[in-house]
Nanobody
């Protein structure tokens, strides 16, 4: 059974940085694309970033140049480095293992950016 456990959320002032990490178990981590999504209060969950098994990355326009997704296949982890954070980045951030038949999700970690 696939398990994804996020860590690294918290409260930060605007302009600050946070690094989220997601530890995966229960699957052959290296062959699957991984992603980060977020859900703000009253809004739908939205895509933030993804990284393929080969390391190609994709970002939503609103975080390009500020966020960086990376993976460590030896440690079965995926990270999201978030710089120049803005109040509108406040959300619960979810790690996902991307599969054609449906993603696996972590429990989420809260990120709050104060102005």
């Amino acid at each position: 059974q696939v398990q994804l456990v996020e860590s690294g959320g918290g409260l930060v002032q605007a302009g600050g940085s946070l690094r989220l990490s997601c530890a995966a178990s229960g699957s052959i981590f290296s062959i699957f694309a991984m992603g980060w999504y977020r859900q703000a209060p009253g809004k739908q969950r939205e895509f933030v970033a993804s990284i393929t098994s080969g390391g190609s990355t994709n970002y939503v326009d609103s975080v390009k140049g500020r966020f960086t997704i990376s993976r460590d296949n030896a440690k079965n982890t995926v990270a999201l480095q978030m710089n120049s954070l803005k109040p509108e980045d406040t959300a619960v951030y979810y790690c996902a293992q991307l599969r054609s038949r449906g993603n696996y999700w972590g429990q989420g970690t809260q990120v709050t950016v104060s102005s």
